[in-house]
């Protein structure tokens, strides 16, 4: 094919037809958000606000815990009626701001500035920390750490992750597609603040239209390049990206900055872009909401805080046959237990699978060493020991086999013939040993 | 049903949510049809016999297993197609002439000692069909080395019996074998499509490849064990096989004839007894090509694939161990296991 890519991969049914032509639309705004004081990677929030406090939109209601943390705002405007905690989408209990909506829109004022470009990188990095952006695509690693690497660790390249490689979902093909001056300014405000001379913008081959867009948006920036990939899973994983367009192999055990790289989601820059110019805090994200169970699969711009429940019946509700409720996509999505759940800042999409699409009363055979899931593994691991060792409680054995340096993408146990859950047995073992 | 009242009866379980279609009954039922072009020639050449004792096999292979799980109280695993093949592969490795409670032995050897007395699907150190084999050969040397001419298709009528090429070769000579088909165009010719007394599923070679395609295409096999195995053993019977010094052996009429390619890509690209990864698994054929060809032109048995495929089972493990992949991000190829 000659398109970039990394080795080994997948090949899932993308499924992205479903919603990939829904434009994007702003969801209903909930009648209560319950916004979570941890929605990022590391220390959680303290609440700055009390209960029946009102609250206007865009209002810091939590602090950041310390410096790997990121503040969180008030998404709608209205009166804070409880400090609890309360379920998340991956099942986790996690103490959370409840507003009720009192449906008069009221925002705080935001600090526009047209001319952001020309703020220094430190004004643009506190714009960045104070309204609470975290990584979009999933991981929600706070924005802002990425931006303060040490010394010695060079930056050169900063990449903006529009792969999206997880079958079904396709909110950043969306806002690739329709805010594509929004992305490339955020990326433009990333190599600012990172004094980096290289911007790329990395996409999947099946989306011709935003690569279109994208690089329309970018013609007259020669630092930017935009790069079409291969259409293979998990080609969005941060390490496969960078290899894929820099040929740069991330060392095991380490971060992107160790070899010279930044890597943003395009939500993420569109939202740094908001921030830094439109003065705007992280309080609204894109969710595809989509799936075979689905009845009219979408792309909302939904509030940070809005349940499930009211999403999907804003796309027309379940199908009589959905049987599982995906936050996320179906590779490195948690099914929920319950609609009940927010939207969070790392909420990329709700999927809803159809009864037809799960075997439910599927069993696991033993490994017949087929070596299907060697030849899946991005990371070059060999699964099928891993998941041997650790359904044999041999913990110690798989570290042996780089049990770590999984990132549990899913590719091997999508391709396993034997059905084994390799993934949940390397869970297992990381949770059961010392790395 | 609407969305309310879906709420309180999802479905939780642990991601990928998505699978792929492959599964091990469709691989193991996959190359069983893979096995039929075999199995037809086998009937062609030598007879309704052929298919007789292969359908024996194919029944005490299952019962069996069906037998084994309900003494040993576990699931029934017939539907897994595994012990289909076992009794298919028992079956094409056999004479048909073979008296019939030799297969019906055999099998149930294979299934139960070789197969699950290891541990089942998965566990077994050796590749149950060529212990079978191995197992009739040992037993029952005379029965197991009476071959009947291919063109005896009506037995009984006139079943002559006769020595495979391989035997002729081992105990008279070259000369003698090129007398029994003439010349050597002729030789190849009848070797490829089978017209020579042997097992009753290992002597068409078209009807194998046909097979062999068949997983090549679907990537149930790639070429790393077929060809490192066939490619070692044509190497040596051409340096090695000759009569009148190095380097004039017939490479040819070496793959052409005996197990070779049956065991080259149905046997030893077994999965669970050979190695998994790609670079142990060229080393494997490469040994199994080896040993073949040391037992074919020096050892006392006129043919080796069995034997070679079965001592490189023993190594597997221990090769997968040694060869390892390199892990994204790792500064060198990974030996330093274990740190």
């Known amino acids: ?421 390799i993934v949940q047995f390397v869970r297992l073992a990381k949770s059961l040993v010392k790395p | 049903m609407d969305a309310t009242l879906k709420k309180d009866n999802l479905l939780v379980s642990v991601s990928p949510h998505v699978k792929s279609e492959e599964s091990v009954s469709r691989i193991m039922w996959t190359v069983c049809l893979s096995l039929m072009p075999a199995l037809i020639s086998g009937v062609y050449y030598f007879g309704p016999r052929a298919a007789l004792v292969t359908a024996l096999c194919i029944l005490t292979a299952l019962f069996s297993e069906l037998l084994f799980k309900r003494f040993v109280n576990a699931d029934s695993t017939i539907n897994d197609g595994s012990a289909f093949l076992t009794g298919l592969l028992v079956g094409l490795n056999f004479p048909a002439t073979v008296a019939f409670y030799i297969p019906i032995v055999s099998t149930f050897f294979a299934i139960v000692i070789t197969k699950q007395l290891f541990g089942g699907l998965g566990y077994n150190v050796f590749n149950p069909a060529l212990m079978a084999r191995a197992f009739a050969l040992i037993t029952w040397p005379r029965a197991m080395t009476t071959w009947i001419e291919p063109t005896a298709k009506f037995i009984g009528v006139d079943a002559h019996t006769t020595a495979t090429p391989l035997g002729i070769l081992k105990e008279d000579g070259l000369d003698k074998l090129m007398a029994v088909f003439g010349n050597a165009s002729s030789m190849y010719t009848e070797l490829f499509f089978g017209h020579r007394a042997g097992s009753l599923g290992e002597t068409s070679i078209l009807a194998l490849l046909i097979g062999a395609a068949i997983l090549l295409y679907k990537r149930y096999i790639t070429w790393h064990i077929p060809l490192s195995f066939l490619g070692t053993a044509a190497l040596l019977a051409w340096v090695f096989g000759g009569k009148t010094g190095l380097f004039t052996g017939d490479p040819i009429l070496h793959l052409l004839s005996g197990g070779m390619v049956l065991g080259a890509f149905f046997m030893a690209t077994d999965y669970v007894t050979a190695p998994s990864l790609k670079a142990g698994q060229i080393l494997f054929g490469v040994c199994c090509g080896a040993i073949t060809m040391m037992i074919r032109l020096k050892g006392g048995f006129p043919e080796g694939v069995m034997f070679a495929i079965l001592i490189m089972n023993c190594f597997a493990p221990i090769i997968d161990r040694n060869f390892k992949t390199k892990v994204f991000g790792a500064k060198k190829a990974n030996k330093d296991k274990g740190k």
Not at chain 1, 379 to 391: R, T
Request: hydrophobic content about 40%; some cysteine; charged content about 20%.
């Open chain 1, 1 to 421: 094919m000659g398109l970039s890519t990394f080795s080994r991969g997948i090949h899932p049914p993308d499924m992205k037809e479903l919603s990939s032509g829904s434009p994007l639309k702003p969801a209903k705004q909930p009648s209560t958000a319950i916004i979570p004081l941890s929605q990022h990677i590391g220390a959680p929030c303290t609440s700055t606000v009390d209960i029946g406090q009102v609250v206007l939109a865009g209002q810091q209601i939590g602090s950041a815990g310390g410096f790997v943390s990121a503040p969180v705002h008030a998404s709608i405007s209205g009166k804070v009626s409880a400090i609890s905690v309360f379920p998340m989408a991956n099942g986790r209990m996690v103490p959370c701001i409840v507003i009720e909506n009192n449906n008069q829109n009221q925002f705080v004022d935001f600090e526009v500035n047209k001319d952001f470009m020309s703020l220094s990188p430190e004004e643009l990095k506190k714009k960045i920390t104070a309204a609470g952006i975290v990584g979009m695509g999933g991981a929600t690693f706070p924005t802002h750490v990425k931006l303060s690497p040490p010394k010695e660790k060079p930056i050169d390249a900063v990449l903006i992750n529009g792969a999206e490689c997880e079958p079904y979902l396709t909110a950043d093909h969306r806002q690739m597609i329709e805010r594509p001056a929004d992305v490339i300014s955020g990326l433009k405000i990333l190599m600012k603040v990172l004094g980096v001379k290289n911007g790329y913008v990395g996409i999947e081959n099946n989306k011709p239209d935003a690569i279109e867009k994208m690089t329309e948006a970018a013609k007259s920036e020669s630092a930017i390049k935009i790069i079409t990939l291969e259409v293979k899973y998990p080609q969005g994983a941060e390490k496969m990206l960078i290899k894929a367009i820099l040929n740069r192999e991330v060392p095991a055990g380490g971060l992107p900055m160790d070899i010279g790289v930044v890597v943003q989601n395009v939500g993420t820059a569109a939202a740094i872009y908001e921030a830094c110019a439109l003065g705007k805090p992280l309080i609204e994200r894109v969710v595809s909401v989509t799936g075979n169970g689905i009845k009219n699969p979408s792309n909302l711009i939904v509030k940070i805080g809005t349940t499930f429940s009211q999403l999907i019946e804003e796309c027309g509700g379940l199908n009589n046959n959905a049987v599982k409720v995906i936050s996320g996509g179906p590779m490195m999505g948690f099914a929920v237990f319950s609609l009940d759940v927010p939207v969070t800042k790392g909420t990329s999409g709700i999927v809803a699978m159809s009864e037809n699409q799960v075997d439910a009363t599927e069993k696991h055979g033993p490994c017949i060493r087929c070596g299907r899931c060697i030849e899946a593994c991005p990371m070059g691991l060999i699964p099928s020991m891993l998941s041997i060792y650790s359904e044999r409680s041999m913990f110690e054995g798989a570290k042996e086999y780089h049990l770590f340096d999984c990132f549990e993408c899913g590719s091997c146990t999508f391709v396993c013939p034997a059905k084994r859950p």
